[in-house]
């Protein structure tokens, strides 16, 4: 199973974590040469090959109800971004995505509720692929938001996203094993980078209230930091009350408009106060 992100092809998010799912020819690549061929006089045949063949695909998706209806209504715009699509011999997903491959809707799409009630989709969407000029899927950045190398530090021990969190269908990287506590308050710490074009302001949320504050400043675990405080380096240290705590740490890095893809953290802890 991977992940996919849809994206209109100036970078606004349409629908974010659907749900590709595994198995052989899902989907299978057809590559098709673009190439002038004749018959000379002899018989002997002739080909005048071009630089990029076409290469097709159909893609089967699996979603929500908001996901599947999003998707439909931007069919019109026939040209979108996907990120994080296997093409038949893709390498294996790496989260967070950051780029995504140009696809041109060739055909009908069909968007169904594939089980009576449950309000799970499927959407089959037929595509060309934009190609390079080495024959790969061209790659254009997206407008996603991660952690910097995919690195965040924890009571100052470095923590990888790849390695020591899942992604859940719930789209979030949650913490593979609970974070034991061993004092009133630990830090957190992570670099954020923006794949995208321009210069985003982020927000960092916590919890449900909110103030604007020194990104440097320590926090009970209920406040937030907005955007405009965190440095432009996007350096953030954070120290988060964990005294008594059993729930998760929660953390939230996104972008100030419509285009924004969220990067959420969840951190199980266990305090032994």
Do not use: H
């Not at 699996?62 to 996901?67: I, K, L, R, S, V």
């Not at 965190?230 to 972008?255: H, K, M, W």
């Amino acid at each position: 199973m991977r992940f996919v992100d849809i994206y209109t092809a100036d970078g606004v998010l349409v629908a974010a974590d659907c749900r590709q799912l595994g198995g052989t020819g899902k989907p299978a690549q057809k590559r098709t040469p673009n190439a002038k061929r004749f018959t000379m006089a002899n018989g002997d045949p002739l080909v005048y090959p071009a630089q990029k063949d076409t290469m097709t695909c159909k893609v089967e998706l699996e979603c929500g109800y908001a996901q599947a209806l999003a998707i439909s209504r931007k069919v019109r715009l026939t040209r979108l971004l996907f990120s994080g699509l296997s093409l038949g011999c893709t390498a294996p997903q790496t989260l967070p995505e950051t780029s995504g491959i140009a696809g041109i809707i060739t055909g009908g799409v069909d968007v169904c509720e594939k089980y009576s009630g449950t309000g799970i989709y499927g959407v089959t969407i037929p595509l060309q692929i934009e190609l390079d000029n080495d024959g790969m899927p061209a790659q254009t950045n997206v407008p996603a938001v991660t952690f910097s190398g995919g690195i965040l530090t924890l009571d100052g021990m470095a923590e990888s996203l790849r390695s020591d969190y899942i992604y859940t269908m719930g789209g979030y990287f949650l913490r593979k094993t609970p974070y034991i506590a061993g004092s009133d308050s630990d830090s957190i710490g992570f670099t954020m980078s923006y794949s995208g074009t321009g210069s985003p302001s982020f927000w960092l949320l916590r919890g449900e209230a909110g103030i604007t504050a020194s990104a440097t400043s320590a926090y009970p675990q209920e406040l937030v930091v907005d955007g405009p405080a965190v440095p432009s380096s996007g350096a953030v240290s954070l120290n988060i009350q964990t005294d008594g705590q059993t729930g998760d740490i929660e953390l939230y890095t996104i972008r100030q408009t419509t285009a924004n893809r969220e990067c959420k953290i969840v951190i199980p802890v266990y305090s032994k106060g």
